[in-house]
Every structure is written in structure tokens, then in C-alpha cells.
């Protein structure tokens, strides 16, 4: 099957960490940009941060800049989302999926290959 299967989810007190794994299963991620989106109970899914198919260019929504980073390792076909300083408002449903360029990552257009989501409870 082709798709993404994330791990990595938890409950973590205020101010915690957690990092978020995503792997190809079945294709090539090297091609794609990546993106992080998630949604949390009664909300949209939303993006939260993307990074390029081609030079490692990355972006972040607002609300998570300083705070959370992502990265690639195309050797394993990983993406990555190192969360620290978790927040309550970041609680939601994790989820990874495949653009062709980044500005689709962006604007949450024609991504592909949509995983099952691992779920993050930021409490106390």
C-alpha cells in the first residue's frame, strides 16, 4: 500500500517534547515535498509545516515558528517533526503527506499518499 505511516504520538505535559516520525511506504519520498498537517477535535485539519522536494527549504505556520522543526532523511525515507515546548492548542491528530513542490504543501493542494495520523495530547 502506498502511503505514509507516522509514529510517535503521545501524552506530554505543557512545555514538553515529542518527535513525530513519517515513513514512505511503498514509493520514493526523495521527489516530494513533505508536509506535517492535524487536526484537533471539532477543527479542520490544518498545515503546520512543510519541507521541499529540492533544497530543504522549509515552512512553519505562525503559531508553531521557534518551536517546531522539520527535516528529511531521504536515506530512510523519513520525515521528521521534533515538537518542543508543547502547548495544549497543539493537541490533535498528526498526519504526513506527499506535494510535488512546496508552495502545494502550503496551500494543502493535491497532497497525496495520506497516512493513518498519530495522535498527540498536549495535557496536564
Known amino acids: 500500500q502506498v502511503q505514509f505511516v507516522e509514529s510517535g504520538g503521545g501524552l506530554v505535559q505543557p512545555g514538553g517534547s515529542l518527535r513525530l516520525s513519517c515513513v514512505a511506504s511503498?514509493?520514493?519520498?526523495?521527489?516530494?515535498?513533505i508536509g506535517w498537517f492535524r487536526q484537533a477535535p471539532g477543527r479542520e485539519r490544518e498545515g503546520v509545516s512543510c519541507?521541499?522536494?529540492?533544497?530543504?527549504?522549509?515552512y512553519y505556520i505562525d503559531s508553531v515558528k521557534g518551536r517546531f522543526t522539520i527535516s528529511r532523511d531521504n536515506v530512510k525515507n523519513t520525515v521528521y517533526l521534533q515538537m518542543d515546548n508543547l502547548q495544549p492548542e497543539d493537541t490533535g491528530l498528526y498526519y504526513c503527506?506527499?506535494?510535488?513542490?512546496?508552495?502545494?504543501?502550503?496551500?494543502?493542494?493535491?497532497?497525496?499518499?495520506w497516512g493513518e495520523g498519530t495522535l498527540v495530547t498536549v495535557s496536564s
Open positions: 511503498g514509493f520514493d519520498s526523495d521527489f516530494y515535498a
Open positions: 503527506a506527499a506535494g510535488f513542490y512546496l508552495v502545494d504543501c502550503v496551500r494543502n493542494y493535491g497532497m497525496e499518499f
Open positions: 519541507v521541499s522536494e529540492k533544497d530543504n527549504s522549509t
